[in-house]
């Protein structure tokens, strides 16, 4: 009974910025951690960023520095903030939560369906 959605992504020039979103709703009995992961046609899925429940954040080389990562723990969403977006940028980006849905329930991840991000002038 968890759902994960994405949000916010779309066309934009090569320089401009974009921001993400990611809403887990439903039952969550306790979030770990969740993250964002980007695949571009004829490239292996990467991971872009991650944010734990404590705060801990893992973003990867070819984006630090542009993005950002951040996280609303009472609605259980975390946004990217994408900034000096470039033409390498474009993909199909995908949220993944990790959260035990309820007490007696282990661990799983969620993932939403994906939302396209292309940069192109």
């Known amino acids: 009974q968890v759902h994960v959605a994405e949000s916010g992504g779309g066309l934009v020039q090569p320089g401009g910025s974009l921001r993400l979103s990611c809403a887990a709703s439903?039952?969550?009995?306790?979030?770990?951690?969740m993250g964002w992961y980007r695949q571009a046609p004829g490239k292996e899925r990467e991971l872009v960023a991650a944010i734990t429940d404590g705060g801990s954040t893992n973003y990867a080389d070819s984006v630090k520095g542009r993005f950002t990562i951040s996280r609303d723990n009472a609605q259980n969403t975390v946004y990217l903030q994408m900034n000096s977006l470039k033409p390498e940028d474009t993909a199909l980006y995908y949220c993944n939560a990790v959260i035990r849905s309820t007490y007696y329930r282990p661990t799983n991840d969620y993932w939403g369906q994906g939302t396209q991000v292309t940069v192109s002038s």
């Open positions: 439903g039952t969550v009995f306790r979030f770990y951690a």
